[in-house]
């Protein structure tokens, strides 16, 4: 989609420092605003001042459960919004975009009604399980919110949103009361609410307040549907190694005493903290590399429609390929860099945080890990703009299948040895990619004319099918 990230690209590119500085920020907020979000809250939960640690667990505990739940529902649904947002936008309808984020919002509230509020319900009971399950539901509709707000050009409405959203949480958690853990969630929700109000709001005024539900607002997510697996399981791949590692019982876990929901701690901290490390080098695809590609994108496909010569098409094959790859390779070392610097922070980071001696390995694996993690997050981008859906659900796939394969591999060997799997799986995920990235860009015009032209798929009629002859 040709939205926010050509502004923002055109203020990092400024003289001026404050441009550069929202332009990042701004994309920061797009790539991953719930994410930050929970992170702060999370971090400013923690300096309560009359806060129990006990109290603060639960609170951490259940607000993981809340972004886990929330972003295995929400993903699935916002790849396939998005592609339908692409498709409008492309064919410069705008009509149906408000109504697009109320089927996607209510399809989640149906879902989430199904699934987790009546686990929440029995669970918890009471005003913690009310609490918990809104913080869920909004966490949810601020997930599906993003792709619409990424279409739009104005940045300062999106950091306002954050912001506001942020500070209020903030400002309620530390109020003067008595505080328990359904307190600090419905803080935490009413933040939620001003983040996702600022920007439906926004939304609102760009695309009309008429909504009208239409069959073909469903039609991406049963016509894509290698999009919802595939955002399906690049969240589960984000997350299995915990899973296995809280249904393991090891050294560390606990256990929710409201509801039984188990963690690990010390394992938990490591993952999360050190996946943060992941929004600046996705905010520098979202700003600076994804506004290039698609310029290239653009030459390349658009030189068909105008006839261009076999060379030309060429050279502008080879132009997006080049890039392609050699962006991601670039994000990879910008991402290495980075985790090189947290490695020399994280001994100050380990003894902040209390972690164990044996987990302090934990982190810097996890820092390396989430470097290649995000580069193969990277080529799965490439390729889902090539429309080669089954390559990146390959991808995801692998994505999985490693990190759980290899978690239970290096599980018996204990607390030593936490996070190496996480590392070996994105290593092996990454280079799954980038190999399927350098393969298939060789193979566009192909793609191109064939792979992904409707027109050239076979035709269907009752049990038979075949590809329907040219009129002599």
């Not at 030459?299 to 080879?318: D, I, M, N, T």
Request: proline content about 4%.
């Amino acid at each position: 989609m040709a939205g926010i990230g050509f502004s923002l690209e055109r203020m990092a590119a400024s003289d001026d420092l404050t441009n550069v500085s929202g332009a990042y920020v701004a994309g920061m907020l797009v790539v991953s605003g719930p994410w930050i979000f929970t992170a702060l809250a999370i971090a400013g939960v923690s300096t309560i001042a009359d806060a129990s640690q006990a109290m603060i667990q639960d609170f951490r505990t259940i607000l993981i459960y809340d972004f886990l739940l929330s972003s295995m529902i929400s993903a699935p649904l916002a790849l396939s919004v998005t592609r339908f947002l692409a498709d409008e936008l492309y064919a410069k309808r705008r009509g149906a975009l408000q109504s697009a984020w109320v089927v996607a919002v209510g399809l989640f509230a149906l879902i989430g009604s199904i699934v987790v509020a009546p686990v929440f319900g029995v669970l918890l009971k009471g005003p913690l399980a009310t609490a918990a399950t809104t913080t869920f539901f909004l966490l949810g509709a601020l997930w599906l919110t993003i792709p619409f707000a990424g279409v739009l050009r104005r940045h300062v409405s999106i950091t306002v949103a954050f912001l506001a959203g942020m500070s209020v949480t903030i400002a309620l958690a530390h109020a003067p009361r008595t505080h328990d853990v359904a307190t600090l969630l419905n803080a935490f929700s009413v933040g939620l609410a001003v983040a996702v109000g600022v920007l439906v709001m926004r939304t609102t005024a760009e695309f009309g307040a008429s909504v009208r539900f239409e069959p073909r607002l469903l039609r991406a997510y049963a016509r894509y549907w290698e999009l919802p697996v595939i955002g399906l399981c690049t969240t589960l791949g984000g997350w299995v190694d915990k899973i296995i590692m809280w249904a393991s019982g090891g050294n560390g876990v606990v256990t929710l005493s409201a509801g039984g929901f188990p963690t690990m701690p010390d394992y938990d901290s490591a993952l999360f903290w050190a996946q943060l490390t992941a929004i600046p080098v996705m905010a520098v695809f979202f700003v600076n590399v994804e506004p290039s590609f698609y310029r290239l994108y653009r030459r390349f496909y658009g030189s068909f429609g105008r006839k261009a010569s076999q060379r030309e098409v060429r050279l502008r094959q080879k132009a997006l390929d080049d890039f392609a790859t050699r962006s991601a390779l670039a994000l990879l070392g910008a991402g290495i860099l980075i985790t090189a610097t947290a490695v020399i922070f994280s001994y100050e980071a380990v003894a902040h945080f209390d972690l164990q001696p044996g987990l302090a390995g934990t982190l810097r694996a996890a820092l390396f890990g989430v470097a290649f993690q995000t580069a193969a997050l990277v080529c799965l981008c490439f390729l889902l703009y090539f429309d080669l859906r089954r390559h990146a659900l390959a991808i995801a796939l692998v994505g999985v299948v490693t990190n759980a394969g290899f978690t239970l591999v290096l599980l018996p060997f204990g607390p030593a040895l936490h996070g190496y799997g996480y590392l070996a799986s994105a290593v092996t995920t990454f280079l799954f990619a980038f190999a399927t990235l350098t393969r298939e860009t060789a193979w566009l015009t192909y793609h191109a004319f064939v792979t992904t032209n409707e027109s050239a798929r076979p035709s269907t009629h009752g049990a038979r099918s075949a590809v329907r002859p040219d009129p002599i």
